[in-house]
């Protein structure tokens, strides 16, 4: 019988907690015009991670068609974090080879309270 009180305290506990348990976080790799992936899925509060993976003299950068981000100019080995807040689809390019596209889709948080 005192299994059976715990389990149900357990699951009001987790019934209770909203539903934002948070992913992982995505990483873009920059190649030498591609990238990879370069259609991603994340969710609302979740963060993408672009690494320039090749040499180019003054760097690499992303910049969302929108012109909602903008990335700064990375060397081979630097990575920069763009943190999403909002729900939808973000298509970017790289800025320096415009041609090399990539889409970040960006799913809503559903909070139970």
């Known amino acids: ?15 209770a907690m909203p539903l934002t348990a948070r992913g992982e976080d995505q990483t873009v790799e920059i190649g030498h015009h591609h990238l990879s992936p370069a259609e991603i899925s994340i969710r609302e509060g979740e963060s993408v991670t672009f690494v320039n993976r090749v040499e180019m003299p003054g760097g690499h950068s992303v910049v969302a068609d929108d012109g909602s981000f903008t990335s700064p ?4 080995g630097q990575s920069w ?12 390019h790289v800025n320096e080879h415009p041609g090399t596209k990539g889409v970040i889709n960006v799913k809503g948080v559903i909070n139970v309270e």
Do not use: N, P
């Open 1 to 15: 019988m005192r299994f059976v009180q715990i389990s149900l305290v357990l699951v009001a506990c987790l019934l």
């Open 73 to 76: 100019q990375l060397d081979k």
């Open 81 to 92: 974090s763009k943190l999403f807040e909002t729900a939808g689809t973000f298509a970017y």
